[in-house]
């Protein structure tokens, strides 16, 4: 929980890259790729995406699991959903809020309008 | 980072509208959520000067929010920092931005709640990753808006 926003904070450093969001893209698409599956659209080596992947599991949005010579690369969405979570917890909470606001403040007004008179 | 905005017309002049929110007596009247009490409001609306609200819902439930006002322009202009007690619902501070511009009817109010980040960082990358990244959240949560920097 303390952690919380640095996490949003890997997440969304995460996302500023182009390549990495195609990665992110592709695997949303699959179920899970292998590394050279994910190289493959790009004109970049295997290294690169390397380091992609190692950044995007830092923040993590992507497992990777070794199984003899192939390693599977799979999204996974938690920290998508925080940062989506967050977002729907006002959604719900200001348009109430600014309803009682504008109730309020309209009886206000009506109440000055009837002193000026 | 993850901004939430929202514009509304409310039929009164923006010197009200900015008293309602900024003061303990206004906020009393229209903070509670679902017709549960306010059970205590307080505001120093000045630059540093520090607001807190604690309602009950009607499910028996309390909760607390509190910040700085960083920005106070009446009628104008609100910028707070937002936090809620305990953290178990929002652990990080954020950041309320509330413009109050006059029109013929009253007062159309622009509310930007933003998630704090680096703002020159996010300003920096902001036109790049917004619409990649709505595109990864329809995959989440179709409906929820996310923007850029606040």
Same mark, same amino acid.
């Given at each position: /929980?303390?952690?919380? +926003?640095?996490?949003?904070?890997?997440?969304?450093? *995460?996302? =500023?890259?182009?390549?990495?969001?195609?990665?992110? $893209? %592709?695997?949303?698409?699959?179920?899970? $790729?292998?590394?050279?599956?994910?190289? @493959?659209?790009?004109?970049?080596?295997?290294?690169a =995406? /390397?380091?992609?992947?190692d950044?995007? @599991?830092?923040?993590?949005? =992507?497992?990777?699991?070794?199984?003899g010579?192939?390693?599977?690369?799979?999204l996974?969405? +938690?920290?998508?959903?925080?940062?989506? &979570?967050?977002?729907?917890?006002? @959604?719900?909470?200001?348009?109430?809020?600014?309803?009682?606001?504008? $109730?309020?403040? @309209?009886? +206000?007004? &009506?109440? *000055?309008?009837?002193? %000026?008179? | 980072?993850t901004?939430? #905005?929202?514009?509304?017309?409310?039929?009164?002049?923006?010197?009200?509208?900015?008293?309602?929110?900024?003061?303990?007596?206004g906020?009393?009247h229209?903070?509670?959520?679902?017709?549960?009490?306010?059970?205590? #409001?307080?505001?120093?609306?000045?630059?540093?000067?520090?607001?807190r609200?604690?309602?009950?819902?009607?499910?028996?439930?309390?909760?607390?929010?509190?910040?700085?006002?960083? !920005?106070?322009?009446?009628?104008?202009?609100?910028?707070?920092?937002?936090?809620?007690?305990?953290?178990?619902e929002?652990?990080?501070?954020?950041?309320?931005?509330? #413009?109050?511009?006059p029109?013929? !009817?009253?007062? !159309?109010?622009?509310?930007?709640?933003?998630?704090?980040?680096?703002?020159?960082?996010?300003?920096?990358?902001?036109?790049?990753?917004?619409?990649?990244?709505?595109?990864?959240?329809?995959?989440?949560?179709?409906? #929820?808006?996310?923007?850029?920097?606040?």
């Amino acid at each position: /929980m303390v952690n919380y +926003q640095k996490r949003l904070d890997r997440t969304f450093a *995460a996302l =500023v890259d182009p390549t990495r969001r195609a990665i992110l $893209a %592709e695997l949303e698409r699959k179920d899970s $790729a292998s590394i050279s599956d994910l190289a @493959e659209p790009f004109a970049i080596k295997l290294p690169a =995406v /390397m380091k992609h992947l190692d950044v995007l @599991e830092d923040a993590g949005l =992507v497992t990777r699991s070794k199984s003899g010579r192939t390693v599977t690369v799979r999204l996974r969405p +938690q920290p998508m959903r925080e940062a989506m &979570a967050w977002l729907r917890r006002y @959604e719900r909470f200001w348009p109430r809020r600014l309803d009682g606001l504008a $109730a309020y403040a @309209e009886s +206000q007004e &009506a109440e *000055a309008r009837s002193k %000026e008179r | 980072m993850t901004s939430l #905005s929202l514009v509304r017309r409310i039929r009164a002049r923006p010197a009200i509208v900015f008293d309602a929110i900024t003061t303990a007596k206004g906020i009393e009247h229209w903070w509670g959520p679902d017709g549960g009490p306010v059970l205590l #409001s307080e505001a120093d609306p000045r630059v540093g000067g520090r607001f807190r609200v604690r309602f009950r819902k009607l499910d028996g439930t309390e909760h607390e929010s509190s910040g700085e006002f960083l !920005e106070i322009v009446r009628p104008t202009r609100i910028v707070m920092s937002w936090r809620w007690k305990g953290g178990l619902e929002d652990a990080g501070e954020s950041r309320v931005e509330i #413009s109050l511009r006059p029109i013929p !009817e009253g007062t !159309e109010l622009t509310l930007t709640h933003a998630q704090l980040q680096d703002e020159a960082t996010c300003r920096s990358h902001a036109a790049g990753w917004t619409g990649s990244l709505e595109k990864l959240e329809a995959h989440f949560a179709a409906g #929820s808006r996310a923007s850029a920097c606040p």
